[in-house]
């Protein structure tokens, strides 16, 4: 069981060569997307897949199109259990002000706090902001992607009960050669997050996720099919994702 909780498929050069590897290597793929209106064209896209499906997203970094596509995203959500990209970018990269940024996705929140979903979580600069705000949303069990919080704040979400998704470009990186000492096995899922995630000169894309899975293996000190089912078995913490993989394995 390999699976990648957080790819942007619809930004690569050609999508449809990354959905058919995926698809061969039977890769369960979830397609975040930036705009409701991006995910509607995802799901004719990909109608038919069985390994890769559309995740209902508005980014932070999209902030100047909120206005016009969150009543896309209320009407939409109802009947979306997998949901990304969402979150708050407080970096220099995120130029929408921080009180329309949190405006936003608090309605979101509100919107997909009826009942447990799959979340993937943005929280570049924000990782204490997005925590509060999903404590105060009663939402639990929610993904951290390319966390790049401190010590502290990696601690905090996982006291709260959230898992975080690791990629190609965060094994690089001394930061989680110590972060993933921090973590328990239970918590960590995996994501290539490409095309933004590079992987020898190239785009990640979801056939990458096998050299994640060695990463694990080597800091955990276990054989690579353990690490698969560990990361397996962390999926069914969400029962969103649970769902997801059996109607996969059908
Ligand atoms: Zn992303």
Known sequence: MMIDTHCHVDLYEAPCDVVRDAETRHVTTIAVTYLPSHFEMAQEHLRGQTFTRPALGLHPLAAKD????IPLFKTLCAGQDLIGEIGLDFSAA???PRSTQEASFAMLLDCIR???RFVTLHSR???????AHLERSGIVNAVFHWFSGSRAQLLRVLDAGHLLSVNPAMIRTT???E??????HDAILTESDG???KQEGRPAQPTDIPAVIDWLAASWQMRHELVEEQVGMNCRRVPALQRLLSSVMT
């Open 195 to 197: 095309p933004f995630v």
């Open 125 to 131: 600069g924000a990782e204490d902001v997005v925590l």
């Open 175 to 177: 930061k989680w050669h």
């Open 66 to 69: 909120h206005a016009r596509e």
């Open 94 to 96: 995120g130029k929408v």
């Open 114 to 116: 009826d009942r447990p």
């Open 179 to 184: 972060f993933i000492r921090l973590v328990p």
